[in-house]
């Protein structure tokens, strides 16, 4: 692994009986420089490498539309076939009903154990059921084990009022929570997947949406690996057969219409690395259920996924001109992991890339450039590069210093 290192642009600087002049100019540019990051994209930005390009080890085969397979830990994308073609998500639509629900629950909007009244129009969702009964309390616990375990539209339904009063109310939720994961390519219209020409995802929406669920709610994976649920004197299994076929799969969730063929987003934690495979359009649960198990273990068996950077260490320290100090400590806002093919990691290579001069004041977290990893000349990943601790601006001396200095740079 090679040492971070930065790529320098320098700015050509006006005569030296312009340097008192510049001290006004040069404090609005470096204002500029330090202004706090936009939030980071939930997916790789362009250019960025699927990681089998760098393996030597073809993908499996597989009878489905669309596919991919990604590592939950470092959020980069495996492999893919169809990344970013349109295809209906039918139940896989429950996850993003899902996420809603949670930061519901997490938000003290809603309680497990509150009572939910079940309206008419849920009761009459057509497709699968928990088989609630319209005017009766089910707890919200009931009916999100109806949802994942069982698939229900109605219980679905039941908990998409019960969060925004409506299920329309809510599918503007669901759009909205779409669009600040970076799912891009995606539009919801109901809550449960009922077919719709304007509800549709692609397999690249789905792998964020996996990855952002496993992270931010770990404490609901319960629900995704549960086997099977009674209720109302109905036993219904989980559809998903990768709960039976390994131990190590704890999720997510199954899907089937006519036009969409079978569908599966799973994920399987062994030795402490995740890693999410969704597949669309199968020809039927066997296949499904075959295809992710061998784009599981595909994946597990030939990359690796390695740390890099710790959560809040300098990945490289600055020359910072006109700033109380010299130096600047620049990092990443989490920890960096990265996903090469299996025995490689020792030849990723990492680069700094910010702009100089760099100039104070810098503000804390204020963006500063980009950290890029690669591998053979390949970009494998971008992240923001951050000022990890204020800089102030110089006296009026001190910064004066600096400009004679930076004309001899």
Request: hydrophobic share 45%; glycine share 6%.
């Amino acid at each position: 692994m090679t040492a971070f290192s930065p790529l320098l642009h320098r700015s050509r600087l006006a005569p030296l009986a312009l340097a008192c002049s510049l001290l006004v100019s040069g404090a609005a540019w470096s204002q500029a420089t330090s202004a706090p990051a936009a939030p980071a994209a939930a997916q790789a930005p362009a250019g960025v490498d699927m990681v089998s390009n760098l393996s030597s080890i073809p993908a499996p085969t597989l009878g489905a539309k669309a596919w991919l397979t990604l590592d939950a830990t470092s959020g980069q994308v495996i492999a893919a076939q169809n990344p970013q073609e349109a295809v209906e998500p039918a139940s896989l639509t429950k996850l993003m009903s899902a996420y809603v629900i949670f930061e519901a629950l997490e938000s003290g909007r809603l309680k497990l154990d509150q009572k939910v009244r079940i309206s008419e129009k849920a009761w009459k969702t057509e497709g699968s059921r928990m088989f609630v009964n319209p005017n009766t309390d089910v707890s919200v616990d009931e009916l999100l084990q109806g949802m994942l375990v069982q698939s229900g539209n109605d219980a679905t339904v039941a908990l998409a009022e019960a969060v925004s009063g409506s299920e329309s109310a809510f599918a503007a939720s669901m759009n909205q929570q779409a669009k600040a994961l970076g799912m891009k390519h995606t539009h919801f219209t109901n809550a449960a997947g009922l077919p719709d020409p304007d509800h549709m995802t692609t397999v690249e929406d789905l792998g964020i949406l996996a990855r952002a669920l496993v992270q931010r709610f770990p404490q609901y994976r319960h629900y995704d690996s549960q086997k099977e649920f009674t209720y109302n004197n109905i036993k219904q299994s989980n559809r998903n057969r990768l709960l039976w076929a390994d131990s190590t799969v704890d999720g997510l969730k199954t899907g089937h219409t006519q036009s969409a063929g079978y569908c599966l987003v799973a994920t399987a934690l062994r030795d402490g690395r995740r890693v999410v495979s969704v597949i669309v359009g199968s020809a039927s649960d066997a296949a499904r259920t075959e295809s992710s198990l061998k784009l599981l273990n595909w994946s597990f068996k030939n990359f690796d996924t390695v740390k890099l950077l710790d959560k809040g260490k300098p990945a490289v320290s600055a020359r910072v001109w006109e700033g109380a100090t010299e130096t600047a400590e620049l990092g990443l806002s989490d920890a960096l992991w990265v996903t090469v093919p299996r025995g490689r990691a020792d030849d990723i290579k990492t680069e700094a890339r910010y702009t100089q001069p760099l100039m104070a004041p810098l503000t804390e977290g204020a963006q500063a450039g980009s950290l890029v990893i690669s591998l053979d000349g390949k970009e494998l990943d971008r992240r923001p590069l951050l000022v990890l601790h204020s800089v102030e601006e110089a006296g009026f001396f001190g910064r004066l210093l600096d400009k004679v200095r930076l004309m001899f740079e």
